[in-house]
């Protein structure tokens, strides 16, 4: 091999060499780049007996550089490779798969569109959750926050709910680049409806719901549809004005009376609705858009790019585009997916079922723990990031999916573990006279950092410990941060053991507070509340701060009642 042949082989090499390194994040070997190299270079082939004889020192080199100098000298090297590299590598960091036509658009615009008829529970978070990774950590978009709050009496909106939303979008880590209601856009449907009555495309009709329905199922046409277009606009104006009660005329999209699909015929665009909408900027309307008319108007004057509703809305597609068409919009690029489906909770992720058990008292409120809410989450001391990356997680399948909170609860346990101090909760407590050992406990603040020290526990002459927990006379245990005791007639003795008794699976680590100097807290959790003792430094926690009770789990900090009772929310294991 001569020298020029070598050099060849050398420079090749580090390229390969520095590739699989950086691909897998470890060191090369000389063993999978030989493939490889000798594919893309066949003229290496004759001198295959000698060529891992050069490669190897390469690989050596390579694996001595640290990650930083490896990109930089693959970039100085093969600048396609290394942008290959990092295609790949953002595209392994993307849970989300692309969205369709992406690079078709100067700029991404997404909308998430609730209805404020209620707080939002679980199954909500899902659609901010993917909406704004897109906007704002995928594409560097544009992300709307759109009320869709035009029925004020089927789903009325709560005054206090369009807040409420902001704010949960806040915790779930995402800032709305604008933020419309549509009770506020009620003048620009009108505008459009009049224009589309120009076009031919709407009809006023006073016909009832049932008789209607049997003209539409039978595919023929309403006697109003072929109303001249003054007519249609001066019942429109008349509508506009309040001129007719609910039920009394609509205005209709005229679409195809004998479309494969009934569902798709002649569809409502308008009503007349009694029930003043609550929001005082828009009670004096009485002709309100339906859902469909009011967000096919507002996706395509927002620039909305590409939209993602449930597989069960397909229908709202297929509505729209004939407004689209009569107007000659284009209609965005549209995904379905499945629903969400949580089985952790007895209470059913539904807002109305949800708003009723409040009613009645079986909850407490939207964030009682027991209900499957984000208020109920949020409270409980899950950080909004952890619920954001199991949505994420889930996908855009057309199926339904399971939410899984054991999932939920791993992203929040990564979150939250490192800055938790450790604490003792004992619940439903025995009472254990103690004789012997030290007077003040020493357990660490948390078992991964050492430099955070211990807490003093004072014992004092009796603890209180849980019943499941205590060994039968003349058995030991350990009291974690104490030492080793035995039972005896007269309660807990302190013995002389050393660890050993422990490792050997002989003796019990348990948890334990004193009975004298405890705190009385109520543990609210989804099963209900657990009452019970924690040790006295838990009062010195401030509300929203994080422990962990040992053996129990980790828990949010509520309320701190001195000389009363104290509350914290459960979060998990």
Request: proline share 5%; glycine share 8%; charged share 30%.
């Amino acid at each position: 091999m001569d020298e020029d042949l070598r050099e060849r082989v050398e420079r090749e090499a580090e390229k390969h060499a520095l590739f699989n390194a950086l691909e897998h994040g470890s060191d090369a070997e000389v063993g999978p780049i030989m493939g490889p190299l000798m594919g893309e270079n066949p003229e290496f082939r004759q001198h295959g007996d000698q060529i891992a004889g050069v490669v190897a020192p390469v690989v050596s080199r390579v694996n001595g550089l640290d990650e930083d100098e490896q990109e930089a000298r693959l970039e100085a090297l093969d600048a396609e490779l290394y942008a290959e590299l990092m295609a790949e590598e953002e595209e392994d960091d993307q849970i989300l798969p692309d969205l369709p036509n992406a690079e078709e658009y100067d700029e991404i615009r997404m909308r998430a569109a609730p209805n404020p008829n209620g707080p939002w529970h679980l199954g909500h978070a899902r659609m901010p959750s993917v909406m704004g990774t897109y906007t704002e950590e995928i594409y560097d978009g544009h992300f709307i926050v759109r009320f869709d709050d035009t029925d004020p009496e089927t789903k009325r909106p709560d005054l206090d709910v369009y807040d409420a939303i902001l704010d949960d979008i806040g915790y779930l880590g995402f800032t709305p680049d604008e933020v419309l209601k549509a009770s506020d856009r009620v003048e620009t449907y009108y505008e459009h409806a009049r224009k589309l009555i120009d076009e031919g495309g709407a009809y006023t009709c006073s016909c009832s719901g049932e008789t209607f329905s049997d003209l539409k199922n039978d595919a023929e046409a309403c006697p109003h549809r072929d109303k001249d277009i003054e007519t249609v606009h001066a019942e429109f104006d008349d509508m506009v004005a309040g001129e007719y009660s609910s039920g009394e005329m609509v205005l209709r999209v005229k679409t195809d009376i004998e479309h494969k699909n009934p569902a798709l015929r002649d569809w409502v665009a308008f009503r007349m609705v009694d029930t003043p909408h609550p929001r005082e900027a828009a009670s004096e309307y009485r002709c309100w858009p339906m859902l469909d008319f009011q967000s096919g108007i507002d996706d395509h004057l927002t620039g909305v790019t590409h939209i993602i509703r449930g597989i069960d809305l397909q229908d709202s597609a297929k509505r729209q585009r004939f407004v689209y068409d009569y107007f000659g919009w284009e209609y965005p690029e549209v995904l379905h997916w499945g629903h969400v489906q949580i089985d952790a909770y007895d209470v059913k992720m539904s807002t109305s079922t949800i708003i009723e058990k409040i009613e009645n008292g079986e909850l407490s409120g939207w964030d009682d723990p027991r209900a499957p809410t984000i208020a109920s989450v949020r409270r409980r001391g899950i950080r909004g990031q952890a619920l954001v990356d199991a949505m994420l997680e889930l996908g855009l399948s057309t199926s339904d999916v399971d939410l899984a909170m054991s999932a939920v609860y791993a992203n929040n346990r990564e979150l939250i573990d490192d800055d938790a101090d450790r604490r003792f909760f004992v619940r439903d407590g025995v009472e254990v006279p103690v004789s012997g050992g030290p007077d003040v406990a020493n357990p660490p603040l948390h078992p991964d950092h050492e430099d955070r020290g211990t807490r003093d526990i004072p014992v004092g002459d009796a603890v209180l410990v849980e019943e499941a927990d205590l060994p039968a006379a003349g058995e030991k245990v350990w009291l974690k941060g104490f030492g080793p005791v035995t039972r005896t007639a007269g309660g807990f003795e302190h013995t002389d053991d050393d660890l050993a008794v422990v490792k050997s699976g002989d003796v019990d680590v348990i948890h334990w507070v004193p009975a004298a100097e405890s705190v009385d807290l109520r543990l609210r959790t989804t099963d209900g509340d657990e009452v019970g003792h924690a040790e006295p430094g838990y009062a010195d926690y401030d509300a929203d701060e994080m422990v962990q009770f040992e053996r129990v789990g980790f828990a949010r900090v509520d309320e701190q009642n001195e000389g009363g009772e104290s509350v914290a929310y459960f979060a998990h294991s």
